[in-house]
Each structure stands twice: as structure tokens, then as C-alpha cells.
């Protein structure tokens, strides 16, 4: 069997996206999700398998822009929409899909490749290292108080539809992008992505809602929300569901929380992604009632490790030479001396001795700053060559504010 990659052509797209449905169990989208992804796609970047006239594989590369630690907003391509055929797996069809996916990015100059996994496994053979996570936790509200900063009554709260409110969300949005690394910044269309229906558990939920949290007439944050209401022999045993909450400051947050957490007729509000920091864990009188768990979130991949090491900023000053390990892509392999500190970094070719060898997945790992270089190096990912070169790394690559990314693609 030979199978042909090309590049996706409009009149194919249905019949394309057929075979994607199809390997993630066959279940039919909503037709505004279909038509947003239909909408999404970036024909010249998005690619078919074909046996002869059958598709039997899909993938494609938005091109984002994602923040890395330092707020720069850097090319990189969003991995996406990735299948094989049931009657066509495990003949290599993914295999050749990255490999021509990677040399596309490397042409197109994008230094960064990120997904989003349907199973984390698939991808580290291909260079990607899990770079942020998301908390999911369950607060109990029978049980758990919140203690809010000073200034939270000053923030008022009104209910909004949520397309007429969309606007305004997208504009707290966008100015929260810079901020936090791991996020990407709205392509056109990506703002009908919180008007979608929730994934998971929907039957007997409320429609999603909005509300804004408003300070002196400005929009300064907002939550999307459901309600599912539930009735025991011992009363009201409703839930809100927490599918986005974002504000501009802690203050914001705050009140949206509170206003969460006192549903009437509900004792448990259910977070489903916030950022591993996020400061609720801080409001609460109790998190470990909360239950907070982790889940993946990115898989990011060095394309062009020396481009990638220079695009984002470093925690404290350094000077290490890698060792890297990428049988993937072979033009990363080898030497490189970083220097950098809060201001900006320079990647370039040495033959000096290694301080540190690692492959490309580990350094995909830490490049957000959410995974230590040490933890990768506790785990035997990571040898420190030269003594004290993984502490001043693994400083130096951290990030302040931890990354996350409040939904897939
Ligand atoms: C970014 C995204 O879009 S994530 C979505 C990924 N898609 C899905 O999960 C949909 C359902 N699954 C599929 O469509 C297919 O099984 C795919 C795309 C995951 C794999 O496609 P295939 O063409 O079978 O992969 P291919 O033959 O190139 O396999 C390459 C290697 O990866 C391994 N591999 C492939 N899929 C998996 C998996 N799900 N888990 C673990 N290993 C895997 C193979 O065993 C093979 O290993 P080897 O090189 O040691 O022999």
C-alpha cells in the first residue's frame, strides 16, 4: 500500500473531517462546532493521506502566536485535527504526517510547534514534552468558605446574554494573552470557541451563562458558567460548573468567585481547567475538601531549538551549554550555548563541552516554565555535566506565573 500526503482542498474538507469524526469514535458535532472548525481551517497548512481516492489520515498547523515566559508573542504552529484511519493505523501514516509537518513549519520559519493530545503518549517520539497543565477541583460549598481581599464589594456583577456579552470577554481575553505563558492569542473565529456548547457531563444543565464583573463602568472580568439543579430527599443538591472564569485583577476574580460559590440551590461549584496557581486555592478555607487534580494541557516542540531558546526570556542570568539529543528533527543535534537573563538570550553553535544533555522533549518541557528542569533531571531526563549548570538552568527557565491554556484545539 502507498499512501500520497497533499495539501487539503476545499472540496474535500467534508469528506476529510468525516475520517477525523470517525477516529474519535464516529459520534456526530454540533453543527455550529463543525462549522467553526470548517471555518478554522488553514487549507494551505492542513493535509490528507490519501489511498488512492479513500482519506485515511488528517492533520494541520494553525498559526498562533503563543506567549512564552517574558510576554513575547512568538510564531507557532498549532497542531491540530490529527487521525489515521482504523483500517490504515499502524502502517506509519502519523509518522509521515509529522515529519512533513515539522519540515513545513521549519520552512515557514515558526520555531515552535504546540498541541493539545488526545493521548499524551502519541507524541513524545515526535519531540513534544508536556510543558503546561491544567487544575481541575471541586469546591464544596456546604463546607468550604471564601475569604475575599479588601475592595470586592466594590466590583459589581450583572448577568449578560452570552453572544451579546462575547465582546467584552474577548477584550479581557486578549489583554490577559501577554500575561500568563502558554496562552494564544484570538485568530479570527477562535472567539466563537466559549460560545460552544461544554464538553462533558450537559444533560439537565442550564445553557451556559455570563456574568460580567464591572468596575466603574468597565468590564474587568467574567465567568462562563452552568447551572445543574438536582433535588434530594434532603433538599437542593445543585452544581455550577466553572467552564471559564477570567478577571484583570485578584479583586475581580474574587467577586466572580463569591458570586459562584452562592448559587442558591447548589453546594458545589466544579472548576474544570484553571491554572495550576490559580488563587482560589487562596481564597478558600480549605482546598483539600477541594480535591484539586492535574491534567496536560500543551505539548510543546522546539522546531528550531536555537530560535526558540533566543525568542523567550530567562528568570536570572545564565551561560549553559546543551547537549541535544533530537533524532527527529537532526539540524537541533548537538551543542548549544545559551546565554540570557531577564532582558533577552542569544542560542548559538559551540563546541565547548556540554553543562547539561537532555533531548529536545525535555527542553520542550521546561521551555514555558511550568516544568523544572530539575524534576525532568530527578526523573533521569536530564545529566548535569558541569556542577551548579542544572540549578542555574532550571532558575533561570522558570516562570512566575505558571502556564495554561483554557482550552483545546
Ligand atoms: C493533536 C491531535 O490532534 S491529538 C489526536 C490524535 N488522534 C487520535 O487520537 C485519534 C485516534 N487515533 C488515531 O487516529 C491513530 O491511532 C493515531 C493518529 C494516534 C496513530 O496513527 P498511526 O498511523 O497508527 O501511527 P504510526 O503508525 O505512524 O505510529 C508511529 C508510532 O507511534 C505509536 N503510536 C501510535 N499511536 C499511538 C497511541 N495512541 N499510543 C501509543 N503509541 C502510539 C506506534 O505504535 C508507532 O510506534 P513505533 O514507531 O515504535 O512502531
Known sequence: MTTELRVLDPTEWDRWYEVLELAFGGVAEAPE?????????????????????????????????????GGA????????????????????????MMRRQLDDLRAAGESLAVLTASEPEIYGRFGYGLASFAARATI??????????????????RLAGLEESSPVCEEVYAKLVPSRPGMIA????????????PPGDREGASPKLCVLAERAGEVVGFAHYAIKPKWSSAGADGSVAVHRLMGLDAVAEAALWRFLCSVDLTREVRIHSCPVDDAWQH??????????????????????????LEARTYQAPLDVVFEVE????????????????????????TADPADLELSVRELGAAYLGGVPLMSLAAAGRVRERREGALVEASVAFGSPVAPWLPHGF
Do not use: Q
Request: glycine share 10%; net charge neutral.
Open 33 to 69: 462546532e463543525r462549522a467553526l472548525w470548517r471555518d478554522l481551517t488553514e487549507f494551505d497548512r492542513f493535509m490528507g493521506a490519501w489511498d488512492g481516492d479513500l482519506c485515511v489520515g488528517t492533520a494541520g498547523a494553525f498559526s498562533f502566536r503563543l506567549t512564552v515566559p
Open 73 to 96: 508573542s512568538v510564531p507557532a504552529g498549532g497542531v491540530t485535527m490529527v487521525s489515521v484511519a482504523g483500517t490504515h493505523r499502524r502502517r506509519g501514516i502519523l509518522t509521515s
Open 140 to 157: 464544596d460549598t456546604t463546607r468550604v468558605s471564601l475569604s475575599v481581599p479588601e475592595g470586592t464589594d466594590e466590583v459589581s456583577l
Open 186 to 197: 484570538r485568530l479570527p473565529h477562535w472567539e466563537r470557541e466559549p460560545l460552544l456548547d
Open 283 to 308: 481564597l478558600v478555607s480549605d482546598v483539600r475538601r477541594c480535591a484539586p487534580t492535574l491534567r496536560d494541557v500543551l505539548h510543546l516542540r522546539l522546531v528550531e531549538v536555537g530560535a526558540a
Open 326 to 349: 533530537d533524532a527527529f528533527c537532526p539540524w537541533n543535534e548537538g551543542r548549544w550555548r545559551l546565554t540570557g537573563d531577564a532582558k533577552g538570550a542569544t542560542c548559538v553553535r
